[in-house]
């Protein structure tokens, strides 16, 4: 019998080393301890981005490297919502850029975040259309004719409350075939040409140059995102998080993100620096 | 002292302890989430959130689109099955694996094949779009993404349940003067009927939660290719009680649909000693295949 | 209108031909692996044979390898067969398996309802119509397998070991029955009891590798056995040699001392349908140097501890392999050889296996053949 019950004692211990050797493998919030309040800054950085943000941030984070030897950032890229709810079940980030105000601000009311959130960069609608343009798009109130197919963002997520208002203005009512979840969806039925036409950030056409052709329209001034960034309260490398944001939101930062299309933030609240 | 030995009071199992133990938690993965998720449930709110126009709309599309797509795998599924356990050809193996891709492939990966088949600019699309057929963001999208990943499931039950009949029935069938047509008819189709079953059972429930091919290839329009799975994802992205009140209605109506229909192996019947089976008379073979 | 055929399957090394005649039944025997299954699949349409050519009632079955070839579908044959187990259709109750047959054949539900009660009643299982196959005992299924089968009106009805899977009460009764309806039908049973073939056929037909090795009449071939496994069946010794002027000599070299046997000439002419296959039934004609057997009942074996002389015997040394009881009997098997002695015998000279001793046999009682 007591043979039984420590073999089954063994077992559930071997579980439970496996359980923790499984959770150890994930990088921890932040590298050394003894690093930090040195002058030469070191450690890990674990950076949370809105999806849009993929190119310009895996830019920035390597020149961030570059500037502080020792230091290491790891990027994780999804939707803003989905990031806020990861962040809000304790997932170990320092750092924050939100591609809506929204999300930063649910944060933020569940003091979240450390300090004030900064916005960095702004970002307008496009029409995008696949290459060579088939349905012969020229305006937004082409996108209303018939048999034009238009896909856009669900009014749930960032983008299509951005083309909701766009609609508002120009006055022209959308029947889009599709609504969908994310701008990368909408970005990939026009890639494939499934749509004629598909609203998507200026940025995305920017990215997507060669695949898909951007239509710059006048209404999507009223509806312009502002993304902001922000440490994070659990964050364990503060100074670290500060400097990455410093690097954002200064001008080597901004230089990089106006070269991917996103706008200036807007100017009563930049920073400073 | 040994494992083996445990005092139950059923018949013996054979089954050492331990094992028990890793069955518990292999039975805690599984229903410890869907717990979480029950707990997590606005029960207050339940009623609005999931008889919202968008969720009944989301709800009612995922039945229909899901009965058609099985519909759709019973017609295309059951000639399959026969051709692989009964045919002989060459490339039989290999149909076989193209057949159960989908099994193993990520459903997003499906949806660019179907795209790229089923699509304005694809193989067949260009075609279809000529004659005036247009799938790409319609309902059909939606039936023939779920179509694309619930049939291996068909074919692989009725394939199963084929080769354990065994062709000795439709031999006999043939001798006694039935044509092919009648042999699949009278003796083939309802020799299989419970495999039939619990395949078209699974292809449901794997077409009410398909996903990810449906997002890519059919897009996601209220009422037209919006199904549950998506409107639950969309409705995430702002209110997580809808989304959370959602899973919990997916679950239900799949918990209904396969304990209803599915009800498993079949064990022998039990005899007067417990589950001891009976070894004269009928041969086991005849009752397995009820 | 007689069943002809010849065909080959070379990955099975059968190649065979054989013919019946009209209400002819012929029991198929042979060792396991012997083509018996192979026989009845390539009859029935169930196996494509490489060569061959069958036909009944002047309609080709098949006809292959010779230029153009006919293959008849298994379902236009008219050859059902009934297997070791009843097979019903588990789905469907006695009466409509019964009907399946007729059903299949285009007659009318009604009319094929009738048949099917005709034949129930043959087979004593009217009582059992509405039942379904998990409903019926071993015996009762096969009862109803065999109405189904002679439901569908075979020009040729193939049995597969019919009473293999039955327990030892239901055998005989099937046996009956089956002897019943087999009267005066065109039938093939495959069999490994030899009272099957004794009672239910005409004519026995002994397969071994693909080949027939002996074909006659049944009491012909158990009483002058030329092969170990009909030897065997018959209860009989045999061993296989050359013939000499006063026996047989083995390849051995070892002198047995016998009867040169003659009496079935009369017998064989006698035997009824099926014996123009059967030509080797000569033995007047037994030459020395011909090919012959040696053939003797284990009951004329005596056992000695020690070698036994005095003309004219034969005496064999031996070592017992297997003692077993066999009625008021003991068996005494020496590897291919048996004898049968009392139990009081048997202790008094302490048989064992594994022991070395002497088996004695009388002239006068082995008889000697060609083969």
């Known amino acids: ?273 | 002292m040994k494992a083996g030995q445990r005092r139950s009071p059923g018949a013996y199992t054979g089954i050492p302890s331990w094992i028990y133990v890793v069955a518990a938690a292999g039975g805690l993965l599984v229903v410890l989430p869907l717990a979480a998720m029950v707990a997590k449930v606005n029960w207050a709110q339940f009623i609005p959130l999931v008889t919202s126009e968008s969720s009944l709309t989301a709800l009612g599309l995922s039945l229909r689109t899901s009965a058609a797509s099985t519909l759709l795998c019973i017609v295309l599924g059951v000639p399959l099955a026969l051709v692989l356990a009964r045919g002989s050809f060459p490339g039989q193996r290999l149909l076989r694996s193209f057949v159960l891709l989908p099994l193993v492939l990520p459903p997003v990966v499906g949806g660019i094949a179907l795209l790229y088949t089923f699509g304005r600019q694809g193989l067949l699309g260009r075609s279809l779009e000529v004659l005036g057929i247009q799938i790409a963001f319609s309902t059909a999208a939606v039936v023939l993404a779920q179509t694309f990943v619930a049939l291996p499931f068909l074919v692989v039950s009725l394939e199963g349940t084929l080769r354990t009949a065994g062709g000795r029935y439709e031999a006999v069938a043939a001798t006694l003067g039935a044509r092919p047509g009648t042999v699949l008819r009278r003796v083939t189709l309802p020799l299989v009927l419970p495999g039939l079953a619990s395949g078209a059972v699974l292809s449901f429930a794997r077409s009410l939660g398909e996903f990810g091919a449906t997002l890519t290839f059919a897009g996601s329009l209220q009422g037209v290719t919006r199904t549950l799975p998506l409107e639950i994802y969309l409705q995430r992205e702002t209110d997580a009680d809808a989304a959370v009140a959602l899973s919990l209605v997916l679950v239900a109506v799949a918990v209904t649909v396969v304990a209803v229909s599915y009800r498993g192996p079949r064990r022998p019947p039990a005899g007067p000693f417990g589950s001891e089976r009976r070894t004269t008379a009928v041969p086991a073979r005849d009752r397995s295949v009820q | 209108m007689s069943f002809r055929m010849e065909a080959a399957v070379a990955a099975r090394g059968f190649d065979l031909a054989l013919t019946v005649g009209p209400g002819e039944t012929v029991a198929i025997m042979g060792p396991n692996g012997a083509g018996k299954s192979t026989l009845l699949a390539v009859i029935a349409g169930l196996l494509h044979p490489d060569s061959g050519r069958a036909e009944m009632g002047g309609r080709v079955l098949f006809d292959l390898g010779s230029g153009r070839s006919t293959w008849t579908a298994p379902h236009h044959r008219g050859t059902a067969l009934l297997a070791q187990e009843p097979l019903l259709f588990p789905h469907l109750s006695a009466l409509e398996n019964v009907a399946f047959g007729p059903r299949s054949r285009g007659e009318s539900r009604r009319a094929s309802r009738k048949t099917a009660l005709h034949w129930l009643g043959a087979v004593d299982a009217g009582g059992l119509a509405g039942r379904r196959p998990a409903e019926l005992s071993g015996g009762q299924a096969q009862r109803v397998a065999v109405a189904r089968a002679l439901a569908a009106d075979p020009g040729l009805l193939l049995l597969d070991e019919p009473m293999a899977a039955l327990d030892i009460h239901a055998a005989p009764l099937l046996r009956r029955l089956l002897k019943r309806v087999l009267a005066g039908r065109r039938a093939i049973i495959v069999t490994h009891d030899v009272l099957d073939a004794l009672m239910l056929a005409d004519r026995v037909i002994v397969l071994e590798d693909g080949r027939i090795i002996e074909s006659g009449p049944t009491r012909d071939i158990l009483q002058r056995p030329r092969s170990r496994f009909v030897a065997g069946l018959a209860g009989l010794n045999l061993i296989p040699g050359t013939l000499t002027e006063h026996g047989l000599t083995t390849a051995a070299g070892q002198d047995i001392a016998g009867q040169h046997d003659s009496i079935l000439d009369t017998e064989a002419a006698a035997a009824g349908p099926g014996v123009e296959e059967w030509s080797g039934l000569d033995a007047g004609a037994a030459a020395p140097g011909q090919a012959g057997v040696a053939v003797f009942p284990p009951s004329a074996v005596s056992v000695f501890l020690t070698e036994a002389h005095g003309s004219p015997r034969n005496s064999f040394p031996v070592t017992i392999t297997d003692l077993e009881p066999r009625g008021d009997q003991i068996r005494v098997r020496a590897g291919e050889l048996s004898a049968d002695v009392t139990p009081a015998a048997s202790a008094d000279l302490g048989l064992a296996p594994g022991m070395a001793v002497f088996f004695v046999i009388k002239a006068g009682a082995v008889s000697v053949y060609p083969a």
């Open chain 1, 1 to 273: 019998m007591t043979f039984r019950r420590l073999r089954i004692a063994a077992l559930l211990a071997a579980s439970t080393l496996l359980a923790a050797a499984v959770s150890g493998c994930a990088p921890g919030p932040s590298g050394n301890p003894a690093a930090s309040g040195t002058p030469q800054r070191s450690g890990t950085l674990t950076v949370f981005a809105a999806a849009s943000l993929k190119a310009t941030f895996t830019r920035l984070a390597a020149e961030f490297e570059n500037r502080n030897p020792g230091t290491t950032v790891t990027l994780s890229f999804a939707g803003s919502s989905d990031l806020a709810t990861q962040i809000s079940q304790g997932a170990p980030a320092d750092v924050f850029a939100s591609a809506d105000t929204r999300n930063m601000a649910r944060l933020s009311d569940a003091a979240l975040i450390h300090g004030q959130a900064v916005n960095f960069a702004t970002n307008v609608l496009e029409i995008a259309v696949p290459a060579g343009n088939p349905a012969s798009i020229s305006s937004f109130a082409d996108l209303a004719r018939p048999g034009v197919k238009v896909v856009v963002c669900a009014s749930q997520v960032p983008c299509g409350a951005a083309a909701e208002s766009a609609e508002r203005e120009a006055g022209t009512v959308l029947k889009p075939v599709s609504e969908e979840s994310s701008v990368a969806d909408v970005l990939g039925k026009v890639v494939s040409g499934e749509a004629d036409a598909g609203l998507v950030y200026a940025t995305d056409v920017k990215g997507a140059r060669g695949k898909v052709e951007g239509i710059p329209f006048p209404e999507a001034g009223k509806a312009v995102t502002t993304y902001p960034i922000a440490a994070l309260e659990g964050s364990r490398n503060k100074e670290l998080a500060a400097a990455f944001i410093s690097l954002v939101a200064g001008s080597d930062g901004q230089k990089t993100l106006a070269d991917a299309g996103f706008g200036a933030p807007p100017a009563e609240v930049r920073p400073s620096q």
